[in-house]
C-alpha cells in the first residue's frame, strides 16, 4: 500500500517507535544509521551481498525502484518487504526472511555513498516495497545465473 508522498526519512522513521526520535537523529546524524524494529513498517530478506546484487539485475526497471540496502563490513543485502510477509516466503539458507521482533541497524535514506552501509536503492516516502513473489523469481533467476 502507497502512503502519501512524505520525504524519505520521514517515512522511514515512522519504523521506530519513536519516530521524531529516528528522525532527529537522522537529521542530526546525516551519515549514520540507527537501530529500527522489523514487522510495522517494513520487514526485510537478508541475502550475501554478491547474490543481492544478482537479484537486483533479475528485477523489473520498476522492482529495481523498491529499497534495498547494503552492509559492506558484513557483506550482505537487504531488500525491504511488507510486514508479515513471512508466510509466502520459504524457509532459505541464501535468502532470509527477518521480521517482527527483530531489530536492523538502518541507514539514513540519503546515504548512498558506497562504504559501510548505504543504500543501493533509498526509500522514495511513499512506502513502495518489494512484493515477495517478485523476489523470489529474481532469486531463483539469480541462483540459476551463478
Given at each position: 500500500?502507497?502512503?502519501?508522498?512524505?520525504?524519505?526519512?520521514?517515512?522511514?522513521?515512522?519504523?521506530?517507535?519513536d519516530?521524531?526520535?529516528?528522525?532527529n537523529?537522522?537529521?542530526?546524524?546525516?551519515?549514520?544509521?540507527?537501530?529500527?524494529?522489523?514487522?510495522?513498517?517494513?520487514?526485510?530478506?537478508k541475502?550475501?551481498?554478491?547474490?543481492?546484487?544478482?537479484?537486483l539485475?533479475?528485477?523489473?526497471v520498476?522492482?529495481?525502484?523498491?529499497?534495498?540496502?547494503?552492509?559492506?563490513?558484513?557483506?550482505?543485502?537487504?531488500?525491504?518487504?511488507?510486514?508479515?510477509?513471512?508466510?509466502?516466503?520459504?524457509?532459505?539458507?541464501?535468502?532470509?526472511?527477518?521480521?517482527?521482533?527483530?531489530?536492523?541497524?538502518?541507514?539514513?535514506?540519503?546515504?548512498v555513498?558506497?562504504?559501510?552501509?548505504?543504500w543501493?536503492q533509498?526509500?522514495?516516502?511513499?512506502?513502495?516495497?518489494?512484493?515477495p513473489?517478485?523476489?523470489?523469481?529474481?532469486?531463483?533467476?539469480?541462483?540459476?545465473?551463478?
Open positions: 500500500m502507497l502512503l502519501p508522498k512524505a520525504t524519505p526519512v520521514e517515512w522511514l522513521a515512522q519504523a521506530d517507535p519516530p521524531e526520535h529516528a528522525f537523529w537522522w537529521v542530526q546524524h546525516p551519515n549514520e544509521i540507527a537501530m529500527l524494529p522489523l514487522g510495522s513498517l517494513f520487514d526485510v530478506v541475502t550475501g551481498l554478491t547474490l543481492g546484487q544478482r537479484i539485475m533479475h528485477l523489473t520498476t522492482e529495481r525502484r523498491c529499497p534495498c540496502f547494503v552492509n559492506l563490513d558484513l557483506g550482505t543485502m537487504y531488500f525491504l518487504v511488507p510486514p508479515n510477509s513471512a508466510a509466502s516466503w520459504p524457509a532459505d539458507a541464501d535468502a532470509e526472511y527477518l521480521g517482527e521482533g527483530m531489530w536492523l541497524w538502518v541507514p539514513v535514506p540519503t546515504r555513498r558506497r562504504d559501510g552501509t548505504y543501493a533509498a526509500p522514495d516516502g511513499t512506502g513502495l516495497l518489494h512484493e513473489q517478485s523476489l523470489q523469481v529474481a532469486l531463483t533467476a539469480a541462483r540459476g545465473a551463478s
